[in-house]
């Protein structure tokens, strides 16, 4: 082989290397179930405790939830039980026409549970979440 023909050769490997890389960064983009309520149309946050007193929260408080999020440790799919009564906060969104709701159970002071789409995921080191929203619902209830 000449010259040529190892500059095409290496040019052609170099842009298919590329344009999979490209593919890769691009095509792995995933949206966090918290980018999809922050970027919905419209979102509102209520929490309900076991005495059926519910609360329409401020909308920033959902975005003060997803500011401590990453501080939960997730323990994998809930297998609690699920007849016992628990403090719940909903959030409810609009994408487009579609209404969808994520909910949190406050399973103790510590401890919450993410419900949505029939999926339970059971956290823990919950406790400045668990913390903020129950004196968040306090304060508005009283």
């Known amino acids: 082989m000449n010259k040529n023909k190892y500059l095409i050769l290496g040019s052609t490997i170099l842009v298919i290397v590329a ?4 593919i890769l960064v691009t095509g792995n983009k995933k949206t966090s179930w918290q980018d999809e309520v922050l970027n919905s149309d419209k979102y509102t946050i209520t929490m ?5 007193r519910k609360v329409e ?5 959902v975005k003060e939830i997803f500011a401590k999020w990453d501080k939960l440790s997730n323990n994998g799919p809930w297998t609690g039980n699920n007849d016992v009564c628990f403090q719940k906060v909903t959030i409810t969104f ?6 969808k709701n994520y909910e949190i159970l406050l399973i103790d002071e510590t401890s919450l549970v993410l ?7 059971y956290y823990n080191n ?10 968040t619902f306090i304060n508005i209830r009283d």
């Open 19 to 22: 344009v999979i890389i490209i």
């Open 57 to 61: 929260l401020p909308s920033d408080t």
């Open 126 to 135: 919950g406790k400045e979440i668990i913390t903020y929203l129950e004196e």
């Open 115 to 121: 419900n949505f789409d029939n999926n339970s995921t």
């Open 48 to 52: 309900e405790d076991c005495n059926e």
């Open 94 to 99: 609009e994408k487009g026409a579609v209404v």
